[in-house]
């Protein structure tokens, strides 16, 4: 059975990072660095939830990384850090999906 507890932890770590985006819809939030829309990635139907939970960890970690960063200048500046982000996490999850294939 799946731990009850991970609704809780994965909706405070959503609260959390979403704040960073007010002004996207929560599906576009959750496209756009949860599900891979700025890369490839698997299908919202496909994602384990320690998956979303770990990616939103990550963004969360860098987010505040980059709050301490100079204002960014311009939209195309933040859309590169999100790319950035997402090739990060994705490569952690690739190595996560590597690792539990062993």
Not at 53 to 63: F, G
Not at 68 to 86: H, Q, V, W
Request: net charge negative.
């Amino acid at each position: 059975m799946r731990d009850p507890k991970r609704i809780k932890n994965i909706c405070h770590l959503l609260e959390k990072a979403w704040d960073y985006f007010p002004q996207q819809r929560l599906g576009q939030f959750l496209l756009n660095t949860v599900f891979g829309c700025l890369g490839r990635d698997s299908h919202i139907y496909h994602k384990e939830d320690n998956e979303v939970e770990t990616i939103l960890k990550l963004i969360i970690e860098k987010l505040e990384a980059f709050i301490e960063l100079p204002e960014a200048e311009g939209i195309e500046e933040t859309e590169l850090f999100l790319k950035r982000i997402y090739r990060q996490s994705q490569k952690y999850i690739d190595k996560f999906k590597d690792d539990l294939n062993v």
